[in-house]
């Protein structure tokens, strides 16, 4: 800004014709003043004003000078109204994703209270709960669950989201209370299973009194959509993996009850993934914090 902080200076010289009167507008010592005019002089290579123990004029190339640093000041000036004018009124189209559980039930409810704030800023939400490459597919945020794998994005923290296994009261009845994941496995249950792109193996690592536990499960049925899996849990086929927030509204009318209690799944962060670059964009700054504030609070207003 050094330089910018010269030109400010010459231009108010100029214009008010005093090298005092130019550092008191630009709240300086005459002698910074004075100096920031030394710099430019030395930069151009010609003298910018001509000075007498009694006054200060212009040179024919000062003179052409302020001309210039007139318009790149203006032009300055312009572009800074611009940005502030985009932070309050930004526009354009965001592309998010977020997985099916979550957009469903959190995101996607948020978007009309976003856009009644934000008006001029599109929302092209894409759900899937298969994991995407933000770069490759073109996206501009992503909801995510757990633990990203790609150290080069950003992270914004939302909340902790607490989970559980849980099961319909007809498979409960049919199969039997697992209290633990022991019992789980040892008992042969079926585990709805979400397949991710090159999965070898199903485990759900459970909290138990012995500390952090492997377990590997398996079941007939997965799938790569969360919803399905649900579908198939409230049909009693099977147990199912879930953070609370996704499954409150079954737990609390008894359509979905939790099993395998002493040994519960762990919390899973839920937060914004995001390129660095994306900070500086006025819209993806907004949408980040207004979903940071209003998903922490859906989840606090909802036990998730």
Known sequence: MSYINNLKTFVRVYELGSMSAAARDQRVSAAVASARIGELEKHLGTRLFSRTTRSLQPTEQGG?????????????EEAETAIAD??????????????????????????????ARYPNVDIRLRL???????????????????TPEESSLRI??????????????????????????????????DCLLLRFPGAQEFVWTLSTPEGPRRFEVGGAYESDD???????????????????????????????????????????????????????????????????????????????
């Open 64 to 76: 052409i000078f302020y001309k210039g640093a007139r318009r790149i000041l203006e032009a300055i």
């Open 86 to 115: 985009a932070a309050r009124n930004p526009r354009g189209s965001l592309h998010v994703a977020a997985p099916l559980g979550i957009g469903k039930r959190l995101v996607a409810p948020l978007i009309p209270d976003f856009r």
């Open 128 to 146: 899937s709960d298969r994991r995407l490459d933000l770069t490759a597919e073109a996206l501009d945020l992503a909801f995510f669950l757990g």
């Open 156 to 189: 914004r923290p939302i909340a902790e989201c607490p989970r559980l296994l849980c099961a319909s009261p007809a498979y409960v009845a049919r199969r039997g209370m697992p209290r633990n994941g022991r019992e789980l496995v040892e008992g042969g249950h």
């Open 226 to 304: 969360g919803d399905v899996l649900t579908g198939w849990a409230l049909a009693g086929h099977g147990i199912i993996l879930k953070p609370r927030f996704e499954v409150a509204a079954h737990l609390e009318a008894g359509r979905l009850v939790p099993v395998a209690t002493e040994t519960p799944p762990f919390d899973v962060t839920l937060a914004l993934l995001y390129p660095h670059k994306r900070l500086q964009d006025p819209k993806a700054r907004v949408f980040i914090d207004f979903m940071v504030r209003a998903c922490r609070a859906e989840l606090a207003a909802g036990g998730g």
